[in-house]
């Protein structure tokens, strides 16, 4: 044991981290144990796992767990709740605010390996796990003349952009993201597994629609998709600010140049 403590007070120093608490320990030992997905205590691969968008929002967990399916999810929830450990959770980690994706001398959910997209048969909806990047999610609908409203951006993820709402190229035709979203699959705090449509659990289904994450854990979206004949076009309108501005929004979005801008 002295060892260990030993041990834990030189490698800790080193990375910048504090020690962390013989309880959340035990949390992580307990996951482990339960072979939900990998664990990563400090060292190589937690580092690269902990990087965040900005850094800011980097923080030191005891240990970083990443589930591959719902139900090593629910399983790392039960375990979590009835432990009382202190937790994180993490889809793409983009947002700056400390605290919001990571946790000192708690644990980290990363959902990175919970990234899958399923085409319905009749290909009027898509299914994301939470942990793919819009780029991931994208690039599996090339070439199949539907799409869906998306982030912006290739390496935000699914989770976090869904939930807080979602601004996408398409929202000038579908609106929001989180509008389109047809069902959530959430872990509730017992670990029990739930999908949130506008027929079950309703209310939990609009909460989500920008509640973020404070309703329970997601781990799948479905969103609607629409035809597509995969162009996109963009363009920009300025208005002069001493002018009448309705005169001028009219005459502009008469006279806008549209941008090809991508396949
Ligand atoms: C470079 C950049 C580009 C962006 N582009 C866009 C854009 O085009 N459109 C737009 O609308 N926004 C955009 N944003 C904002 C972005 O949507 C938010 O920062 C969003 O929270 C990022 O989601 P994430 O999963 O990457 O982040 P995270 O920080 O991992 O998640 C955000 C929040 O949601 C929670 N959360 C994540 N996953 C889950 C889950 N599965 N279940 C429950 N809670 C969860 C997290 O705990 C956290 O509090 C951009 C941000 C950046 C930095």
Redesign the pocket.
């Known amino acids: 044991m002295a060892l260990k403590v030993l041990a834990w007070s030189l490698l800790y120093p080193t990375f910048g981290y504090t020690m962390p608490s013989v309880g959340t320990q035990k949390c992580c030992n307990a996951v482990h144990q339960g072979r939900v997905g990998d664990v990563l205590r400090p060292g190589a691969e937690y580092a690269a796992a902990n990087i965040?968008?900005?850094v800011t929002?980097m923080l030191h967990p005891s240990c970083i767990i990443q589930p591959v399916d719902t139900a090593g999810v629910a399983h790392t929830v039960r375990i979590l709740s009835a432990a009382a450990c202190p937790f994180?959770?993490?889809?793409?980690?983009?947002?700056?605010?400390p605290g919001?994706?990571d946790i000192n001398n708690g644990i980290t959910i990363d959902?990175r390996y919970i990234n899958e997209t399923t085409l319905s048969s009749d290909r009027r909806s898509v299914t994301l796990g939470?942990?793919s990047t819009?780029l991931q999610a994208y690039t599996q609908l090339n070439d199949t003349g539907v799409a869906f409203p998306g982030?912006?951006?290739g390496?935000?993820?699914?989770?976090?952009?869904t939930?807080?709402?979602?601004?996408?190229?398409f929202s000038p035709k579908v609106g929001?993201?989180a509008d389109n979203v047809l069902n959530f699959e959430?872990v509730l705090a017992s670990g029990e597994v739930v999908n949130a449509s506008s027929t079950n659990h309703s209310h939990l289904f609009r909460a989500l629609k920008g509640g973020?994450?404070n309703?329970?854990?997601?781990?799948r979206v479905k969103i609607q998709t629409f035809e597509s004949t995969g162009r996109l076009w963009g363009g920009s309108v300025a208005y002069p600010c001493n002018d009448n501005t309705t005169e001028h929004a009219k005459t502009s979005q008469r006279t806008i140049t549209m941008t090809k801008m991508r396949r």
């Not at 939930?163 to 190229?169: A, T, V």
């Open positions: 965040r968008w900005s929002a994180a959770v993490k889809s793409g980690g983009h947002t700056p605010t919001a994706n959902f939470v942990g819009w982030g912006r951006y390496l935000v993820r699914v989770g976090g952009l939930l807080g709402g979602g601004l996408s190229f929001w993201v959430v973020s994450s309703f329970g854990i997601v781990t």
